[in-house]
């Protein structure tokens, strides 16, 4: 065979093998694929706070016709937030003025809730881990209960609007609240009124808070004590359980040190260094 033909031959298969690549490239779309087709990742969506502000905006009708209702704004996708809330909005979808009443809620506790959905926070905000900023507007002897009682409808408010991180931020201004003892009477007050029977978070600390200051309720609150007893039996129930139940641990640990089964104290280390 002559070297014309042979590379005739060589020719003619290189060209076949070029046409098969060909072929392949130009198929129908099952060529295997080679992992580079999604080369960037998806980025999930952000949203930000101009979104926010481009929803409807949803009207607050709060308080009854009796004792005068004012309306409040807030946008849509901020109170959607709230399960309670989405659940309104989404009655309201074909409506054109949408509007919610809230006829039995207080004024200041709603735009507390909704000054939190804002901005993660409301007044009287957090200045620290154990502090809040300064409340002008609380008296400085607090025998009402102001600034107890406004975190404390803040907190049921939460409970029923589905805000389980408000709630917990309220509850947390509670403890960090200083009062009186006609204060924190109102504030029991309150507590066994709105507070659901089962809410041990809010309801227990109250009774032991009373079931420990017993010198308190006779100096200080000792009506206000009575009457809360008699308004609400369940409260008086709880902190006599309380007191009961110290008194009685108080018993067998005399019991058990007069019978020599619990083992004496330690003396106090003393340090070495001077």
């Known amino acids: 065979m002559s070297d014309l033909e042979i590379?005739?031959?060589?020719?003619?298969?290189?060209?076949?093998?070029?046409?098969?690549?060909?072929?392949?490239?130009a198929g129908d779309g099952n060529a295997e694929a080679t992992g580079l087709e999604d080369i960037e990742p998806e980025m999930p969506e952000r949203t930000t706070f101009l979104d926010y502000l481009r929803s409807p905006i949803i009207h607050l009708h709060v308080g009854s016709a009796s004792d005068g209702t004012t309306t409040l704004h807030a946008h849509q996708a901020l109170l959607i937030q709230s399960p309670y809330f989405a659940g309104e909005?989404?009655?309201?979808?074909?409506?054109?003025?949408?509007?919610?009443?809230?006829?039995?809620?207080?004024?200041?506790?709603?735009?507390?809730?909704?000054?939190?959905?804002?901005?993660?926070?409301?007044?009287?905000?957090?200045?620290?881990?154990?502090s809040m900023e300064y409340d002008p507007t609380v008296p400085q002897s607090d025998n009402e209960g102001v600034a107890l009682l406004r975190h404390a409808r803040v907190y049921t408010l939460a409970q029923r609007f589905g805000l389980p991180s408000l709630s917990a931020l309220a509850h947390k201004k509670i403890h960090l609240t200083q009062s009186t003892a006609k204060g924190e009477?109102?504030?029991?007050?309150?507590?066994?009124r709105e507070a659901a029977p089962d809410d041990e978070a809010i309801r227990k600390p109250v009774a032991a808070f009373w079931a420990t200051r017993s010198h308190v309720l006779r100096h200080e609150a000792e009506q206000e004590f009575k009457r809360m007893c008699l308004e609400f039996p369940q409260f008086g129930f709880d902190v006599l359980s309380l007191v009961l139940d110290a008194q009685e641990k108080r018993s067998q640990r005399t019991e058990a040190q007069s019978s020599g089964n619990v083992p004496g104290r330690k003396r106090q280390r003393v340090s070495g260094i001077l």
């Open 7 to 25: 590379n005739d031959e060589v020719e003619a298969a290189a060209d076949e093998d070029m046409a098969e690549v060909e072929g392949t490239n």
């Open 89 to 130: 909005c989404d009655s309201l979808a074909s409506t054109a003025h949408k509007t919610i009443a809230l006829p039995h809620d207080d004024l200041q506790a709603v735009a507390s809730v909704l000054e939190y959905l804002y901005k993660g926070d409301y007044f009287p905000t957090l200045a620290g881990p154990t």
């Open 185 to 192: 009477i109102a504030y029991a007050r309150f507590v066994y």
